[in-house]
Nanobody, 128 residues
Framework: QVQLVESGGGLVQAGGSLRLSCAAS????????MGWFRQAPGKEREFVAA????????YFVDSVKGRFTISRDSAKITVYLQMNSLKPEDTAVYFC?????????????????????WGQGTQVTVSS
């Protein structure tokens, strides 16, 4: 079992930055691929970013490429989503997710159905 707890959300003006954190506990963190998703009011949950278990592969939805980065710190068992140049359309509840993926596979996953474990979400609001 893996428990995920997000933090770092808040209110920021357009053009600002936030760094979301996802702290994991439970099983061996290094064998879990991680992802970030978001859900705006009245919309479906959408993929934002993913990172492989080794950290060697990352992938982003087109709308955040060049503005967001994803990273992981195995020592702290934490995954980060650095969000720069935020736009009002980035406003949503952000969720981190995890799924087992052996360290040597180096795969990332972009479909929410690929993930087994989910955090409770953290609100990000970008004002114009």
């Amino acid at each position: 079992q893996v428990q995920l707890v997000e933090s770092g959300g808040g209110l920021v003006q357009a053009g600002g930055s936030l760094r979301l954190s996802c702290a994991a506990s439970g099983r061996t963190f290094r064998d879990y691929a991680m992802g970030w998703f978001r859900q705006a009011p009245g919309k479906e949950r959408e993929f934002v970013a993913a990172i492989s278990s080794s950290g060697g592969n990352t992938y982003f939805v087109d709308s955040v490429k060049g503005r967001f980065t994803i990273s992981r710190d195995s020592a702290k068992i934490t995954v980060y989503l650095q969000m720069n140049s935020l736009k009002p359309e980035d406003t949503a509840v952000y969720f981190c997710a995890a799924r087992w993926s052996t360290y040597i596979d180096n795969n990332y996953y972009t479909d929410s159905s690929d993930y087994v474990y989910w955090g409770q979400g953290t609100q990000v609001t970008v004002s114009s």
